[in-house]
């Protein structure tokens, strides 16, 4: 099933190359000021060290060196994940009610994937580590340490992603070349190499395979595997152990990621007057995804609570004791519930269904599984099966510098989403194709 | 109760090594049942078969049938390879401009 694009034209796709708004600066405005705020902390993080952060070792936050930082490294990488996975599926199971978006979804998962690294890249101190300490370590060390799968699998899945969009970009770019401004012309021309419209066919094969090697790394073997092994395979950490935390890491991932398309999509429509091209359809049936991937995040929270509470060993009922009585998991458990209702309330009522409203909902699950994902990382190392840092005084508070990373990231991707949407039609040409050969 | 002896046995030296005070189970305890022997894969570590053998396995696949089935082209599925090994060229390569730099400019 595909939705109803009927009179949507080519000048339609690229008005946001084509406009310069009042409303284009101020958000750019916005998106460097988020940035210029975390420059300005992370500039006292590189004079003075990580202490500014009470992340710099097992003495300053109460026995957590990791924080908001790694919470917000498994956000974005979860976010990343819906994006592609949602552009794999129009291409591998005919989804195409969701072809507008498949673009943007695209560039969320490499915008939300650089912010992922980047908070690998600040977290390691002097940013230069990576290539000094990483690098040298890498081809003895993937043999044993999920810091080094991770590393390898994150290039991996950017890499695979970035080369979709390049060969996808290409059919693009070559039939609306006379709508693109001509000073990226050497851009567009790198873009379009050695293209012929003999290639279409062999191309669209590619990218179908490299959607099926997405669709199938992606969720089961990065973000529901590789990343929650970062965490599940110590057992030290009582709350973090087990083979649950693979699909509770994918189901946070894909309720992130929804959200993120949901956002990111009205944002465009809201601005450059796409209420035909990203039809009310799209955002009714990503609000059903919502739902559904809210309804299995729920589950596989409940599976943890009540095996971590019910005659569980000492330390995970330790842990699980204090998860279920720390508010702001309530409130992050509370914001998925808000939006499962809405998402089903609207499906049965569909009158009661508002994009504004399905945005708010977004935003709130947004912030409740950065939540989660925060006090899961810090809870679980304040409650260790060991009793080495009881005595450690202090208490973990995200500080202002972390916080502020969190901003800046967000200003980046906001920045990205401006910059790309002057330079390449941000939704493909397949989506109004079909009306367009049916009209002549 | 002759059934039980390999079974108390092994307790008994599980809770001792446990302890610290028996290094060796089956030396310490006669009759004991030998605790298994570590699993380990030939070679190299765990890492590399779950790496290179399964997560990566999709992707070997993906570039496969670029040169292998119908239809496909020697051009397009050079391009693919070349966007996968430049794109992961340019990631690891600005970051290691970036150190030289960090390198020559603050210490």
Known sequence: MSVDVTGVDRDTLVRPIKTFSNRYVAALAVALGLIGVWLFFYSQQLRNGLIVTNLADWGSGGGVPWGLYIGAFIWWVGIAHGGIILSAAVRLLGMDTYQPVARLAELLTIAALTCAGIFILIHVGRPDRLVTSVLPAWPTRVQWSPLMWDVTVITAYFVLTATYLALTIRYDVNRLRDRLPNRLEPLYAALTVGYTETEDEVVERMVWWIAFAIIIMAPLLLHGGVIPWLFSLLPSMAGWHGGVQGPSFLSIALTSAVSGIIIIAAAFRHAYGWEELIPRAVFQGLAKWLGFFSLIFLWLQLQQVITGIFAAPTTLQHATEVKISTPLYWVAIGLVVLAMLYAFATALRPDLFDIRALVGISVGVLIGTLTEKVLFVVEGLQHAHFALYDGVPGQYVPSPVEISAVLGTVGIVVLFFLVVSKVIPVVELHAIEEHEEVDA | ?107
Do not use: K, Q
């Open chain 2, 1 to 107: 109760m002759t059934a039980l002896v390999p079974l108390t046995g092994l307790l008994a030296a599980v809770a001792a090594s446990v302890a610290g005070l028996a290094p060796a189970p089956t030396a310490a305890v006669p009759g004991a049942v030998p605790l298994s022997a570590e699993y380990t894969l030939p070679f190299v570590g765990p890492g590399t078969y779950l790496i290179f053998g399964i997560v990566l396995a999709p992707v070997y696949a993906m570039v496969a049938a670029w040169f292998i089935g119908d239809p496909s082209d020697r051009f397009a599925g050079l391009l693919g390879v070349g966007y996968l090994a430049g794109l992961t060229t340019v990631l690891w390569g600005s970051l290691f401009v970036a150190t030289i730099i960090i390198g020559t400019v603050f210490f």
